[in-house]
């Protein structure tokens, strides 16, 4: 069994054609066709279903598929060591953020990072902050950017601390409360909100801070991004909370102190077991010590 046999595996599982995967792998479509028959005879099972329309995992090629992305991804990174060992820092860069990152410019930490290491393949994915961790820990993200109320911590990772900070709320210029410096819970709490979806960490974070105030909120509208609640938020269909770091880049809304509001920590993660060269090369351009 060869490497980029399991390659082939790998880029026909995930495109769903021989065809695409072929382009993909820079290889004509019979010299992958021949391989991946060569694999499955030496396997004596069938990896794929092959139809006129679509190809599709068999059960044997289902149980097959993440034992050999492990052992491909196992490859990448005993390459990148061995490059690292040379002066070369090369090999995957994926990195996960939240949408409200304020404490780091990571555009701009990763044009760093190109320019410094310009073999290193570059990705960038947005989530939130749970599921992050989530990939973090089974090595799907190298590093991510997380935002969590200061009674939570992540688990099963490596964490640094960039910055603390409280939220503020953003209403509408017409809105009533625009003319006032600040605001409570207490009053918040009579509006119609737009928030992150239920159960994510940055919503948990604002229910809690109303729960423990004995208050009840009307969160109406549930969006994944900051820039669609200020969207909202401008029409003066409801109000919102964000971080006040995050705060001075939305438009079309005024910012308001929240005399009781909540704190929150940004974080930046990694996992210690599977910490590429390129991660610690990034974690560098950050200043975090690792």
Known sequence: MELQQMRYVVAVAETNSFTRAAERCLVVQSALSHQIARLERELGAKLFERTSRRVRLTPAGAAFLP???????????????????????RGRLAVGLIPTVAAVDVPGALREIRGRYPHVRIGLCVGASDNLVEKVKQGTLDVAFLGLPITARPHGVAAHELARGRLVAVVAPDHPLAAGPAVDLRRLAEEVFVDLPAGTAGRIQTD??????????????????????????EQNLCVAMVPATYAPKLTGVVTLEIADAPDRIEYVIWNRA?????ATAFLSVLGVPC
Request: some cysteine; proline content about 2%; charged content about 20%.
């Open 208 to 233: 809690q801070a109303f729960t423990a105030a004995g208050l009840v909120r009307d969160v109406a509208f549930e969006v994944s991004t900051a820039d669609y609640m200020a969207r909202l938020v």
């Open 67 to 89: 034992a050999a992305q492990q052992c491909l991804e196992a490859a990448d990174r005993a390459a990148a060591e061995v490059a690292a060992a040379v002066g070369e820092i």
């Open 274 to 278: 599977t910490r590429t060269p390129a």
